[in-house]
């Protein structure tokens, strides 16, 4: 097998998750540089090459084989229908990685509250595909218009009702917009080709990136934390610790003291770094973690 014939083929959100697709794959062990002049950024890993394009079209060319695998949103997955394996959700809390809410929305004061209000009229929504297996699914007919932007401004006048992505809602808010429902619930998935996984080599060397990927967004969250403890309080202080997995001890030059060293959730940090201490804990180190493979 050449050069050439051995290089895996990854699709590079383009877009409001290119920057956190970045920031993943540097966490990961990849130098991935994203030029703004060019759709195919460097990484530093020979038998890999990168091409940036917009999340909306990727699942289509991973199906078709033109890409070996990629991110892209469960959305845009559903909306073109492409046959593609799911390998993993890459939900992360990272800006743009999280759960994102497709919703149907009206303006305030209208008299659309439900779906079924909606029979007859027009809807705006970049997502037509997804926007009409949900009226479908309630029993519904009504006129579709591809949106090509600026959905949230269209109601009252362009439109009677828009199915449009939110993470916050507050551009909706600014719009004095309602929410109908919640036609989808979104997060990035890792997708790849079903050929691209029968190829042992491209399927080895999807496994190994995708275990790096996850091992990033798993330590996303957890801290190490390591702390010298006197042996008489060693089971008042496990007794604390919400740990990963059994937290490791070990002996130190003074046999009165032992090491302890363990993983924990961030967000507890505050809170039990005090309750450590006041337990006998002393020099408590807190150190960030880059990867955790589980």
Known sequence: MT??????????????????????????????????????PNIDDPEIQ??????????RYVEQGVLDCAITGLDWILETGADVSELADL?????????VRWVM??????PFDRVEDLEGKRIATEAVGMTE???????????????????EV????????????????????????????????????????????????????IDRLLML???AIAAATRVTLAMNVPKARVDDIVSLLPALCTPTISTLADEHWVDISTVVEEKLVRELIPRLYQAGARGIIEMPINKIIE
């Open 3 to 40: 050069q050439a014939e051995s290089r895996l083929r990854i699709g590079i959100p383009k877009g409001s998750l290119q920057e956190t697709t970045r920031k993943l794959f540097a966490l990961a062990g990849f130098d991935l540089r994203i030029s703004g002049r060019s759709y195919y």
């Open 50 to 59: 990168c091409i940036l394009i917009r999340p909306q079209e990727m699942a």
């Open 91 to 99: 939900k992360a809390p990272w800006p743009n990685y999280g759960t």
């Open 105 to 110: 929305a009206s303006k305030e004061g209208s």
């Open 133 to 151: 297996r949900f009226l479908k699914e309630h029993g519904v007919t009504a006129d579709m218009e591809f949106s090509w932007g600026a959905t």
């Open 154 to 205: 269209k109601p009252p006048i362009l439109a009677d009702a828009i199915v449009d992505v939110s993470e916050t809602g507050s551009s909706l808010r600014a719009n004095n917009l309602k929410i109908m429902h919640v036609v989808l619930e979104s997060t990035p998935r890792f997708i790849a080709n079903h050929g691209s996984l029968e190829d042992a080599w491209k399927a080895t060397k």
């Open 213 to 215: 990927l996850k091992g």
